[in-house]
Structures are given as C-alpha cells and as structure tokens.
C-alpha cells in the first residue's frame, strides 16, 4: 500500500466516533472550544510520544531479520481484527459524563497529555496498525516515525473539528447518543477489514 492508502484508513479510523472524540465533543460542550482544543493538543502530544516508542520497538524488532517483519505484520493484523471485534461487542460509550466537572484549560492538557502517553494500548494499536504500510527493504524507524506522526496529525485535525462543529452546535450534539453508535461500527469495521487485508496479503511488499 502506498502514502494515499495510508491517509485514507488514517481519516477513516480518524473521524469515526469512538471513546476519545466524544471526551473531546463532552468538554467542549461542557466549558467551550478553549477546553476541547485544550484537550486535543494534550491527546495528540500523548499519542505522538507513544507513536515515536513504537517507531523504535518496531525498528529493533526488524532489525533482527526480515522474518519478524513479517511475524510482526501478522499478528499486528490480527491484533487489527481483535480490536475490531471487541468494538462490536462493546456497550454503548458513555457520552463523557464524567468530563462535566470544570476544570482549569491547563490542567485539562495535562489530563489528555498523560492518558493518552500512559495508555499502552494506543501503542499497541502503532505497533500493529503501522506495519501494514511500511517495505521492509526501507528504514523501518523513518517509516514509522513518519507514519505515526502522519496518523497524529489527522487525528488531530479531525479532533479539532469536531471541538469547532460542537463549540457551535452545542444543542444539536448535546442529544448526539445515535453517533457513538454508529462511529463503534465504522471504526470496528474499518479494523478488521484492514486487518483482513494485511493477513490475505501475506509478505508482498508495500510501497
């Protein structure tokens, strides 16, 4: 797969509603856009550490030999796949109640900043989602790193408007239930066809 595919399942997994956009969505109709884009630069700080940690777990693990590039990218679709599923099966999101309580812009980046760096499952989800678009005949860290900080970015700005659409439709997305919903399945559906996908395609290259 090339730089445009990547993009693309990046935007996809990106935009879709999951846990994290409606914490972001719950601040801001809580205390404002300040709050909500507060949140937005500490999540995408956290995740852009733990992008860079995967870049270099993933480089030392090819390092090794070319076999566990391709042991990695297997269980990393698999891993693709088991997230999917679990979204399926999850109960409906909490729409971020417990973000009602107000709270300093400050401590609200520090807040999204450590969650997101301290979750071990958000560099899980690099370390298998990444691989699926990286040649093994090229650097391995420069890919990821690239590739992870790419995925940060999208995230962020897809984040970032979903903060200004709320700070300005705040009654409407105050009765928005049906979206997380809606958002759990797209996104679950997205992983496992994209883990689907790297398990058919075996060990051909990407490019």
Known sequence: MNLAAFVLASLVLA?????GVLYIV?????????AGLA?????????????????LGLAAVFAVSSAAF?????????????LGARALRAAPANDGAEAAATLPVGRIFRDGLLVALLNPKTALFFVAFL???????RPPWLQAALLGATFVAIAAATDTAYVLAASA?????????????AGRWASACTL?????WAAASGSSKTH
């Not at 935009?15 to 846990?19: A, K, R, Y």
């Not at 496992?192 to 689907?196: D, H, S, Y």
């Open 70 to 82: 391709t042991g990695v990218r297997l269980a990393g679709a698999a891993y693709l796949v088991w």
């Open 15 to 19: 935009v879709t509603p999951g846990p």
């Open 192 to 196: 496992i066809g994209l883990g689907l």
């Open 131 to 137: 691989p699926q678009f990286m040649a093994p005949d």
């Open 39 to 55: 949140s937005v630069a500490g999540v995408a700080l956290g995740n852009l550490g733990n992008a860079i940690g995967a870049a």
């Open 169 to 181: 439709a705040a009654p409407a997305l105050a009765r928005w239930r049906g979206a997380g919903r």
């Open 26 to 34: 719950a601040r801001t109709l809580a205390q404002g856009r300040a």
